[in-house]
């Protein structure tokens, strides 16, 4: 046919969803020639080309799994509650508004009424509701899903019951009054009373004319209800009024079915009055477009350097905190999570504020960097997975937090806030979930990633942004989602200076390696030199290369970061690389080649001055012994007051006995500046290395979402073809059914009969009609040529299956003769 070529090509690579794969070709079935106008939802579907399916699969996923078996069972699906919910959820203002026309005018109705009342031109709109099934018709005969209409509520876009159903409440005798009232002919039956009054009202003109003659205050009170919400408060509403008598505002409304009452205490705005009031618009303005973001520009360089920045900083507190608890893990709570206490000493160890540790915390969990050890008395440690991390290279640790960060449903901004038992929540609890927490990150994401770059949008215009997006979810939560995810977004870098960085932009844009490039282009070069003073400080003039920067850390403390790095020297400091196995050689060896300019006089003095003093004094176990080569020195221990807890006695010139464990008198030594060192059974030096403990292999957790995953190419593929071959199935089945609607009425027969008729047609070879249940227990009717009968079981030719067949004669419930 001319033109097949193009309709074939314009179906290939079409997208599943806005930013999901594209299909490859594939050969489909034709879509079913549509009717005029289509009866059912279902025939609606069968008749829509596989692309349109598709379609539907990719902006409603739910419904396409389990994989739909015909285009009725379909439809069933797609009108459901909890489907029909997901999908309004899904749409944003301009279909919303839309879908709120429709369940206002009545059903079916057209495009053109539906533009009217919108008040913009609707085709596309429509065309958009009916491509996710929540429409079907032709322009001209509009069919709005029912499950829509009831999730709308009774008041949809602010708009009362209709005059029907608001004016019913009323007894036959006061309708009959109202339409005396309004100059009508008046009639007691209810039903055509109403349909009378609602005919009259509805009326073009007919309100405004009614208000020319209102007393004050009327519009007062019709400006209140007009835009919703339609009801309102009255004492004894249901009170019965006449126009000649009424005494007010509300009694005049009432008396001339402006109003009606809907219940002892509240009255309502009829929908056909509200439409008249509103000028026959639905809503005050059709919003087509989104609002406006209030955009800041960022210097591309601050944004980069800033994005950079914040990455460094929060893979350095990640892994910190894996050091930190690697060697004192937290117990985990009876209830899960980590303890308020420990949530404020892992801040403290880190140098940061409470929210920034749970940040901290729950990023590394997450990522599957840390984890409950699942033992008898648990405690969050680092996994295994920790250690590899740390062995990658700076881009690859930074992919790695921040893709677990963006599919989580972990909100750790909620660390404190209190549940609805007034109980706080806790870090690495599981009442931390939010399932629409994934969703709003991606979405503020990808606004930003539309602004040019270097542009930084703020949270308010955001969360509006998304309130168009999204309608129905708006609530305070999703607002504070936004403030949140740009918080998170800027503590890992993704976002610097408020805008997108350009490891963020290549990351929402799926290009992993291109986000690691972007991010390690960014970072300044690792430096392998330091600069060391005689105020027994060093200088890092740039980030450390990691091995270094932790050979370092063991002999000084970090005293402030930034662009460079300062590090301070103290006996405490020294000590600490010594107790870890090194000389007083080793450290200034390595220091030496570390500077630049040189061991500075007094950072050598403090190095050989404490390595001389450290292991003077060796403690063992007796409960402990202390020991000693200066029978002096071991005077002072006894003599003095701060070691008398452990209870000191002198064994010899050069040993002393204590009564608390070696660890114990290590530490007060240490306190009193003796610089102990322990010893081994044997008498020699023990390195007391800092122990490392982890969990077993933990895969990190799940996201907690109720959202059905997106399908794959795969899935849609699957799910239009077994519609389509569902539909098929059916088809023929009615063929079947159309093919055998002729045939005679079968009467019931025993085997026995069943089998004396059979033999007879074999011997006339004449066609006959059998009824026979199959093995699923399908009834169905057969025309067949029988040929011959053996053992129980007819061999005949089957009519309706062009075949050869067997026949169990024990299934076959009537025989009669076919008519020639």
């Not at 491509?131 to 949809?156: F, I, K, N, Y």
């Not at 209709?162 to 005798?173: C, M, T, V």
Request: hydrophobic fraction near 45%; charge should be neutral.
């Amino acid at each position: 046919m001319p033109g097949s070529t193009v309709v074939m090509a314009e179906r290939y690579d079409r997208p599943v969803s806005e930013h999901g794969p594209k299909l490859l070709p594939m050969p489909t079935a034709p879509a079913r020639a549509p009717k005029s106008t289509p009866r059912t939802l279902a025939e609606d579907l069968r008749a829509r080309a596989d692309e349109d399916l598709r379609a539907l699969f990719a902006a409603r996923p739910d419904l396409a799994a389990p994989l739909p078996t015909s285009s009725s069972a379909l439809a069933t699906r797609a009108t459901t509650r909890a489907s029909t919910q997901r999908a309004l959820e899904r749409l944003d203002t301009p279909l919303l508004q839309v879908a709120e026309v429709l369940s206002v005018l009545p059903d079916p109705t057209s495009v053109t009424a539906v533009s009217k009342a919108w008040g913009a031109k609707a085709g596309d709109v429509v065309a958009e509701l009916r491509r996710r099934a929540l429409v079907w018709g032709t322009d001209r005969r509009l069919h709005l899903v029912s499950a829509v209409r009831e999730l709308l509520g009774p008041h949809p876009a602010g708009l009362g019951p209709s005059l029907a159903d608001a004016l019913g409440r009323r007894s036959p005798q006061r309708l009959a009054e109202l339409l005396e009232d309004l100059g009508l002919e008046v009639s007691h039956d209810p039903e055509v009373a109403l349909a009378r009054l609602a005919e009259h009202l509805a009326a073009t003109g007919t309100v405004q004319t009614l208000l020319q003659d209102a007393p004050d205050g009327v519009r007062a009170v019709l400006d209140k209800l007009t835009w919703g919400p339609p009801t309102g408060a009255v004492e004894r509403a249901d009170r019965q009024v006449r126009a000649a008598s009424a005494s007010g505002p509300v009694e005049w409304l009432l008396s001339h079915g402006l109003l009606a009452v809907s219940g002892p205490g509240t009255v309502v705005l009829p929908r056909e009055v509200g439409l008249a009031l509103r000028g026959g618009r639905v809503h005050r303005n059709p919003e087509r477009t989104a609002p406006e973001l209030t955009t800041t520009e960022r210097p591309a360089p601050q944004v980069t350097a800033a994005s950079a920045e914040a990455a460094t900083e929060a893979c350095r507190l990640v892994a910190e905190l894996g050091r930190w608890w690697g060697t004192a893990g937290p117990p985990v709570l009876r209830a899960g999570g980590l303890g308020v206490r420990d949530l404020r000493r892992t801040a403290t160890a880190l140098e940061v504020d409470d929210p920034t540790a749970a940040l901290v915390v729950e990023t590394a969990w997450v990522a599957g960097l840390v984890a409950d050890d699942r033992e008898v008395e648990p405690r969050w440690l680092p996994t295994p997975a920790f250690d590899a991390w740390l062995e990658e290279e700076p881009g690859e640790r930074w992919l790695t937090l921040v893709s677990a960060w963006l599919p989580s449903t972990r909100v750790p901004a909620m660390v404190g806030t209190r549940d609805a038992k007034d109980s706080p929540r806790n870090a690495l609890g599981a009442d931390l979930d939010r399932a629409s927490a994934p969703a709003v990150r991606q979405a503020v994401l990808a606004e930003l990633a539309a602004l040019p770059e270097g542009h930084a949008a703020d949270a308010a215009s955001l969360a509006d942004r998304l309130r168009w997006t999204a309608p129905r979810r708006a609530s305070r939560l999703r607002e504070d989602l936004v403030t949140w995810t740009l918080r998170d977004a800027s503590w890992l870098g993704v976002l610097g200076a408020g805008a997108l960085g350009p490891a963020g932009r290549a990351l929402l844009a799926g290009d992993e390696d291109g986000a690691r490039r972007a991010l390690e282009a960014a970072l300044p070069t690792p430096v392998r030199e330091v600069l060391l003073q005689a105020d027994l400080t060093a200088v890092a003039p740039g980030p450390l290369e990691p091995v270094l920067a932790r050979r370092l850390e063991s002999l000084a403390r970090v005293e402030s970061r930034g662009g460079a790095t300062v590090y301070r020297f103290d006996p405490t400091s020294v000590r600490r690389g010594l107790d870890e196995g090194a000389t007083a050689d080793d450290a200034l060896a390595f220091l030496a080649e570390l500077s630049s300019t040189g061991v500075p006089q007094p950072l050598e003095y403090l190095v050989r001055d404490v390595a001389r003093r450290h292991g003077r004094v060796r403690v063992g176990r007796a409960a402990a012994y202390v020991r000693a080569e200066d029978p002096a020195l071991l005077a002072e221990l006894v003599a003095d007051k701060r070691c008398a807890p452990l209870r000191l006695r002198l064994l010899a010139p050069t040993v002393l006995a204590a009564a608390a464990e070696p660890d114990e008198v290590l530490a007060v030594l240490r306190e009193v500046g003796a610089a102990p060192a322990a010893e081994g059974p044997s008498g020699e030096l023990v390195v007391r290395r800092p122990t490392v403990a982890r969990t077993g292999p933990t895969p990190p957790p799940r996201p907690v979402t109720g959202e059905p995953p997106l399908p794959g190419p795969s899935l849609v593929t699957a799910a239009v073809q077994t519609l389509r071959s569902g539909d098929e199935d059916i088809a023929e089945l009615e063929r079947k059914r159309d093919r055998h609607k002729h045939a005679p009425a079968l009467p019931t027969m025993d085997p026995t009969t069943s089998l004396s008729v059979l033999r007879e047609a074999v011997a006339r070879r004449q066609p006959v009609w059998i009824g026979y249940v199959d093995t699923a227990g399908a009834a169905g009717r057969h025309l067949v040529d029988a040929l011959g009968v053996d053992g129980g079981r007819i061999t005949a030719f089957d009519h309706t299956e062009r075949t050869v067949r067997s026949f169990s004669v024990h299934r076959i419930t009537g025989v009669v003769q076919a008519e020639p």
